[in-house]
């Protein structure tokens, strides 16, 4: 059985609250979503299919494609279900191989042991029918193997992404408390900016916001930025798809004349940190770079471009106070010198966004780790508000 002629169900997983986001990429990639839910979109495909998605989607965390659905109310039940499919034509004898789970059934108190399981079963399988089988461990480098179980329903998937797709290669100094970059690239998507009028991003931190912001303006995918995935270490991966895949990807890179992006914060170090990783992801030269404090930031005139915050939440009482007056200022900075703009602050402390003062036109639901967090977007009129 060769996988990569295969047709089956695949799942394109994501953080909670992205996948509207997800589902906007894969159905510009020409898929067409047959079932989107809080972490995942469902589509139908092959192993081909499997390589664009995950070369291109900027939103999403694994692209995992489905080998068998069974039943299975215990381990044991599993263990003889995964014993009939023909693991010696999907791994590499002489590869390696590694399980993840997501498991919910009442015989099972640890996932430990589910995948202890399906590596007996693999492992077994491969003695049986080869007489020798592949290393197994915990890496992620090289095939992947995922069971979702759920009560007595159990499904086997290849992980085809292996590593998270939800970080995207470049950010190697990753700075204070950065955003994921799926994340980060999802808000981006939610917001009104057009990728050619001015993108100001104060307080920028590791600077991945920035980034994003120029990857997405000058259709940069992850992809770029990465050379290895699970779908290549897989019986009857063909290089030549992914090299058509990775040129075709390369080929799409645009220059945007006159594109502003600027990009500032008040710490030596985080423009630095911003600088390096900017360079890595090959859009330095795109993103003008100011050390200052925000309220410095240098905002082009006569311009109709987009103001994006992403400030500290403050974890503890005494640093909440503090950022009190800090949020005062985002509000008084956004009011007085972005008029005509789209301002944006993503925040994960909902009593700090009510000092900013202003009345948001949206409030866009998001998740940050476990912390629930919001994407107002605010109106800066640069006159007297006209009547429709």
Same mark, same amino acid.
């Given at each position: 059985?060769?996988?990569?002629?295969?047709?089956?169900?695949?799942?394109?997983?994501?953080?909670?609250?992205?996948?509207? /986001?997800?589902?906007?990429?894969?159905?510009?990639?020409?898929?067409?979503?047959?079932?989107?839910?809080?972490?995942?979109?469902?589509?139908?495909?092959?192993?081909?299919?499997?390589?664009?998605?995950?070369?291109?989607?900027?939103?999403?965390?694994?692209?995992?494609?489905? *080998?068998?659905?069974?039943?299975?109310?215990?381990?044991?039940?599993? $263990?003889?279900?995964?014993?009939?499919?023909?693991?010696?034509?999907?791994?590499?004898?002489?590869?390696?191989?590694?399980?993840?789970?997501?498991?919910?059934?009442? +015989?099972?108190?640890?996932?430990?042991? &589910?995948?202890?399981?399906?590596?007996?079963?693999?492992?077994?399988?491969?003695?049986?029918?080869?007489?020798?089988? !592949?290393?197994?461990?915990?890496?992620?480098?090289? &095939?992947?193997?995922?069971?979702?179980?759920?009560?007595?329903?159990?499904? *086997?998937?290849?992980?085809?992404?292996?590593?998270?797709?939800?970080?995207?290669? $470049?950010?190697?100094? !990753?700075?204070?408390?950065?955003?994921?970059?799926?994340?980060?690239?999802? +808000?981006?998507?939610?917001?009104?900016?057009?990728?050619?009028?001015?993108?100001?991003?104060?307080?920028?931190?590791?600077?991945?916001?920035? *980034?994003?912001?120029?990857?997405?303006?000058?259709?940069?995918? !992850?992809?770029? /930025?990465?050379?290895?995935?699970?779908?290549?270490?897989?019986?009857?991966?063909?290089?030549?798809?992914?090299?058509?895949?990775?040129?075709?990807?390369?080929?799409?890179?645009?220059?945007?004349?006159?594109?502003?992006?600027?990009?500032?914060?008040?710490?030596?170090?985080?423009?630095?940190?911003?600088?390096?990783?900017?360079?890595?992801?090959?859009?330095?030269?795109?993103?003008?770079?100011?050390?200052?404090?925000?309220?410095?930031?240098?905002?082009?005139?006569?311009?109709?471009?987009?103001?994006?915050?992403? !400030?500290?939440?403050?974890?503890?009482?005494?640093?909440?106070?503090?950022?009190?007056?800090?949020?005062?200022?985002?509000?008084?900075?956004?009011?007085?010198?972005?008029?005509?703009?789209?301002?944006?602050?993503? +925040?994960?402390?909902?009593?700090?966004?009510?000092? *900013?003062?202003?009345?948001?036109?949206?409030?866009?639901?998001?998740?940050?780790?476990?912390?629930?967090?919001?994407?107002?977007?605010?109106?800066? /009129?640069?006159?007297?508000?006209?009547?429709?």
């Amino acid at each position: 059985m060769n996988l990569f002629h295969h047709k089956s169900r695949i799942i394109v997983t994501c953080s909670n609250r992205l996948s509207p /986001y997800l589902q906007h990429e894969i159905a510009a990639l020409g898929f067409t979503p047959v079932r989107v839910f809080k972490t995942g979109v469902e589509l139908m495909g092959d192993l081909k299919d499997c390589i664009t998605l995950n070369l291109h989607l900027r939103c999403a965390s694994q692209v995992l494609f489905s *080998i068998k659905e069974c039943n299975a109310h215990d381990a044991n039940a599993l $263990y003889q279900q995964l014993l009939n499919i023909s693991w010696e034509s999907i791994i590499p004898a002489d590869g390696y191989f590694s399980i993840t789970s997501n498991v919910s059934n009442e +015989t099972i108190t640890n996932n430990l042991f &589910a995948n202890v399981k399906v590596k007996d079963a693999i492992a077994d399988r491969f003695r049986e029918k080869t007489g020798a089988r !592949p290393d197994s461990g915990p890496g992620l480098h090289t &095939a992947v193997v995922h069971l979702y179980w759920k009560d007595d329903i159990a499904e *086997i998937f290849i992980d085809t992404s292996g590593e998270t797709l939800s970080k995207h290669g $470049y950010r190697k100094i !990753p700075g204070k408390a950065p955003m994921l970059e799926s994340l980060a690239a999802a +808000t981006l998507l939610a917001t009104r900016w057009d990728r050619q009028s001015p993108f100001v991003n104060p307080m920028c931190g590791s600077g991945t916001i920035a *980034i994003e912001a120029a990857m997405l303006a000058t259709h940069r995918k !992850p992809g770029l /930025y990465r050379n290895n995935y699970a779908f290549m270490h897989l019986c009857g991966y063909d290089s030549e798809v992914y090299d058509l895949e990775y040129k075709k990807m390369e080929a799409d890179v645009i220059e945007v004349p006159g594109l502003q992006i600027i990009a500032s914060d008040i710490s030596e170090d985080a423009i630095h940190v911003s600088k390096v990783n900017a360079g890595i992801a090959g859009v330095e030269d795109l993103i003008q770079f100011e050390l200052c404090d925000f309220a410095s930031t240098t905002i082009p005139a006569n311009e109709a471009g987009v103001i994006y915050f992403n !400030p500290e939440y403050g974890d503890r009482l005494g640093e909440e106070l503090a950022l009190q007056e800090t949020y005062a200022r985002m509000g008084d900075f956004l009011k007085q010198q972005c008029k005509g703009y789209t301002g944006y602050i993503f +925040t994960g402390n909902l009593e700090l966004a009510k000092k *900013i003062g202003l009345k948001p036109k949206k409030r866009i639901e998001f998740y940050t780790s476990k912390i629930d967090c919001r994407l107002f977007e605010y109106e800066l /009129y640069a006159g007297s508000r006209e009547k429709k």
